[in-house]
């Protein structure tokens, strides 16, 4: 780290490391005191705003750009296409949520889908090999 206590090795968000990737990711918003934001989200100001409200809103705001510069290093290109146009850190993080935690339950249905296809084709080659050996024994 150096001196304003920025992480020099942020983990890229790539397609495959989705998971270590949000834990990694909570921990960098945590020790940079943001992950408030990036949970919760901005809040709203209204026009009869005392000027406590407002120094806490403009607080709030520093804080979701700089959650948001955090996302912005540490993805890739094509992530970063997908939360570019994301109003706020919040709405950026639901972004990723969605596309990467879909692509993981996908992954894992295609998995089971290949692992059966596979018993499938497995069974009927033992089936020929036992005969095989069978006929061989005689």
Request: hydrophobic share 35%; charged share 30%.
């Amino acid at each position: 780290m150096g001196q304003s206590d920025f992480p020099a090795n942020l983990p890229i968000l790539g397609g495959k490391n989705w998971n270590r990737w949000r834990v990694q990711m909570a921990a960098i918003m945590g020790f940079q005191e943001v992950s408030e934001i990036v949970e919760e989200g901005l809040p709203t100001l209204t026009e009869q705003a005392t000027e406590e409200q407002k120094t806490h809103y403009k607080e709030s705001k520093k804080k979701d750009c700089k959650a948001m510069f955090l996302l912005h290093q540490c993805v890739d290109e094509a992530h970063f296409d997908k939360i570019s146009k994301a109003g706020s850190t919040k709405e950026a993080w639901e972004v990723m949520q969605k596309c990467n935690e879909g692509a993981e339950q996908f992954k894992k249905v295609r998995l089971q889908t290949m692992r059966r296809q596979y018993e499938l084709v497995k069974c009927p080659i033992a089936m020929k090999n036992i005969g095989l050996f069978g006929a061989l024994k005689a």
